[in-house]
């Protein structure tokens, strides 16, 4: 038993009276051989295991030397053309069936002959006429996953072309949406029929009036979910869009729809949303295995020793600003040299000035060493003059130095370098993107999944590496994810029909893969420059919490590295809130005897006050430096 849906008769009136007489006329003039469709008759029956069998019958006149014809097929998602035979019919009742050259991979080269291609439209030749002629043809075919799950990512409501066009991603999400509100109620039993009957094209004159009747039947094992609405849709001159809404009423699923291909596609989707979360938490507990515990005092102070606040000041920044005159002074403020006049014959000061060491030059920080060595040499003391003097022999005033020392400490030139082993799930995201063009079924979407490929792997190359440990914002790992996930989803979403299911499963491989290269690369390893930078973060948290106390464990010494780490803001709010009790604080605490074992630690107890400097006029460390006329005195000596 079947169910009769509806006949629909496409004729010409309204516009299409109007656009076919203008053609007429143009044909007219052109006094060319045509082909025209007078009359499309689809008679389409849904099985109960939800195979669609199609016939259609297509009344054409041609003219005396018209020799073929051509027709497309609305294909939608996963759908294709199988079993096809073309019946010519005599309007005798003679039946001719013509010659399929597909599968013998031959061209049509004679008449009653047609061949299938599998991007959906078939070429055939016409017999021999005398004159004006009325054939008819009929199309026997089966329209394979016709019918597919209400909930699945079907194509939407642009005409079934065969060349898909893109549009707005955000429009394509919407009716995705829609269609899964139309599912919700019985997502399991509920199933959508997708047939697109194109209107004619290409040589046969398609904006000449024909009739087209639409006749839909279907078995017992469906029942429609609306039967009031609209058989179709008419998108004018292009396409007649039969989109029903159906409930299948025995259990299971019928065997002929595509539900494991839309499943692949959404297990895709969820593997993403999933995995990928899954790989960030992972990355989390690596990271927190290995990090080490918390520090304490003792550990600060270790860690702070071997470095200048310079220096600490540059890992932080790319391009730290380097003052003489504050290096200077802070040696000075520290006790580390004294900067006095040098004095004349006559007991009175000059404008040069005088550097004396007063400290072992061991017990410098390896940077100040070098420092320090190349200002006193192999004494501890020395004039402004007799810098400017070496400076002139060696090319480099005492500034620059200073500045290539730090970077020289500080330097490393694999930063930016992807570690090796992120080049195995590189590898594999390449591979993500071969399944991708392989899964590909018209060539005109090449171009946007190879560009769009193409983009994801400059976005991992060039995403900053070896920044993240912790003490690090954890959402920056996350920003990769959702900026891979967009570009591909929209690329996913700018099609009317989706992908195959093959190009998901690629997408999804390439997404994760690319993501887990990036938490490779942005790790920050255990050792040289990278594990300074980690132990400074340790510092730099151990620091911040102590603030938010009362009485911080922090050294007095410390100031200016805490500034260089960036917490000048908390020094500042410590200062204001606890300034009035901080000193009885301080003194309170040199009397406390449970702080007897960190005593050797911190010497000086926080106060929030930097050491005093002395105050001198803005510009007095040019002295160490060239002046211009003796730069240019040196330059005329080189030439």
């Known amino acids: 038993m079947t169910f009769e849906v509806g006949v629909w008769a496409h004729r010409p009136r309204g516009w299409i009276v109007t656009f076919s007489w203008m053609l007429v006329v143009s044909s007219v003039l052109r006094s060319t051989a045509t082909a025209e469709l007078t009359r499309i008759t689809v008679d389409a029956h849904l099985t109960n295991d939800g195979r669609f069998q199609v016939t259609e019958t297509h009344d054409r006149r041609i003219d005396q030397g018209h020799e073929s014809g051509f027709r497309s097929f609305g294909l939608g998602v996963d759908q294709s053309i199988a079993s096809l035979k073309i019946t010519r019919v005599s309007t005798d009742g003679t039946q001719t069936p013509l010659l399929d050259r597909g599968p013998a991979n031959r061209e049509v080269d004679g008449p009653d002959q047609f061949r299938y291609y599998p991007r959906g439209h078939i070429y055939f030749r016409y017999p021999e006429v005398i004159g004006q002629t009325e054939l008819r043809y009929r199309l026997d075919y089966e329209l394979v996953h016709a019918v597919s799950p209400a909930w699945g990512l079907g194509a939407g409501w642009d005409p079934l072309t065969p060349e898909d066009g893109y549009g707005s991603p955000w429009r394509r999400w919407k009716s995705i949406v829609d269609d899964a509100k139309a599912a919700w109620p019985a997502p399991d039993r509920r199933y959508r029929l997708d047939h697109s009957v194109l209107f004619p094209e290409r040589d046969e004159n398609r904006d000449t009036g024909f009739e087209l009747n639409y006749n ?212 594999i995201g390449l591979w993500g993107g071969s399944l991708q063009l392989n899964g590909l079924q018209r060539d005109d979407e090449l171009i946007v999944v190879v560009v769009v490929n193409f983009l994801a792997l400059m976005l991992t190359l060039g995403w900053p590496k070896r920044w993240w440990h912790v003490g690090v914002a954890r959402r920056g790992l996350l920003l990769h994810l959702i900026v891979l996930a967009t570009v591909y989803a929209a690329m996913h979403l700018a099609v009317n029909r989706p992908y195959a299911a093959q190009a998901w499963i690629g997408s999804a491989v390439s997404i994760l893969a690319y993501f887990c290269a990036q938490l490779i690369a942005a790790w920050m390893p255990h050792r040289g420059v990278w594990q300074i930078k980690r132990e400074l973060y340790r510092v730099r948290q151990y620091a911040r919490g102590e603030l938010r106390k009362p009485t911080p464990m922090l050294d007095n010494r410390w100031m200016p590295y805490l500034e260089a780490l960036g917490l000048g803001p908390e020094m500042k709010r410590h200062r204001s809130e606890m300034g009035q009790s901080l000193r009885a604080a301080v003194i309170s605490r040199s009397h406390d005897h449970t702080s007897e074992a960190i005593r050797s630690v911190i010497r000086v107890p926080y106060t929030g006050i930097p050491a005093q400097r002395l105050i001198r006029e803005s510009g007095w460390a040019d002295v160490f430096l060239l002046s211009l006329d003796e730069l240019n005195a040196d330059d005329d000596d080189d030439a």
């Open 216 to 427: 839909l039947r279907f078995d017992t094992a469906w029942r429609e979910v609306d039967s009031t609405a609209e058989l179709a849709r008419v998108t004018p001159e292009i396409e007649y869009r039969v989109r029903r809404l159906f409930e299948y009423l025995p259990a299971g699923r019928p065997a002929a729809t595509n539900a494991p291909q839309h499943e692949t596609r959404l297990k895709s989707v969820a593997a993403v949303l999933i995995v990928g979360p899954v790989l960030f938490v992972v990355c989390l507990i690596l990271e927190a295995l290995t990090a080490g515990k918390r520090f304490d005092a003792s550990a600060v102070a270790e860690r702070l020793r071997p470095l200048t606040p310079e220096e600490v000041q540059t890992y932080f920044q790319s391009s730290p600003p380097f003052s003489l005159q504050d290096l200077l002074a802070r040696l000075e403020s520290e006790g580390k040299l004294s900067i006095e006049p040098v004095l004349n014959h006559e007991g009175k000061e000059t404008d040069e000035l005088q550097l004396r060491l007063l400290v072992p030059l061991a017990s410098l920080p390896r940077v100040e060493q070098e420092f320090a060595k190349w200002v006193f040499g192999e004494d501890d003391t020395t004039t402004s003059e007799a810098i400017r003097n070496r400076a002139s022999a060696s090319g480099v005033d005492l500034n620059q130095h200073w500045r290539n020392l730090i970077a020289e400490s500080t330097s490393n030139q694999d930063a930016s370098r992807l570690p090796r082993i992120a080049l195995v799930p590189i590898a």
